[in-house]
C-alpha cells in the first residue's frame, strides 16, 4: 500500500542543497515525489511510498542536511485519488 505526503518546509531551506539532500535520502528510501523551492522561502516536498519509508523522509525532513536549519515541517496527507497523477521517480524542481 502507497501513502502520500505533501510537505512545507520553514527555515533556512534554500541554498543549502536542501533538495538534493531530500533526492537522495528519498531514493535511498525507496520514496518518490519532488523537492522544490517555494517563492516564500520554504521547500515543499512530495512524497510517496510505503508508510515506513515516507515517514522516515517525513522525520528525516525535521534535520535536513547540515548547512540547513528547519523550524517546521507541516505535513498534509494526500487521499489515495490524488495519488494517480503523481512521478514515478524522486524529482529536484
Known sequence: MLIAR???????VQ????RAS?????????????????PD?????????EPQAVQSLVD????GP????????DVQELSPDE???LPVGFAQR
Open 60 to 63: 528525516w525532513l525535521w534535520q
Open 66 to 73: 547540515p548547512a540547513a536549519d528547519v523550524k517546521q515541517v
Open 22 to 38: 531530500t533526492r537522495q535520502k528519498a531514493t535511498e528510501l525507496g520514496c518518490a515525489g519532488y523537492a522544490r523551492n517555494l
Open 41 to 49: 522561502g520554504r521547500v515543499e516536498v512530495l512524497a510517496v511510498g
Open 6 to 12: 505533501r510537505c512545507f518546509i520553514s527555515g533556512r
Open 15 to 18: 541554498g543549502v542543497f536542501f
Open 83 to 85: 495519488l494517480l497523477d
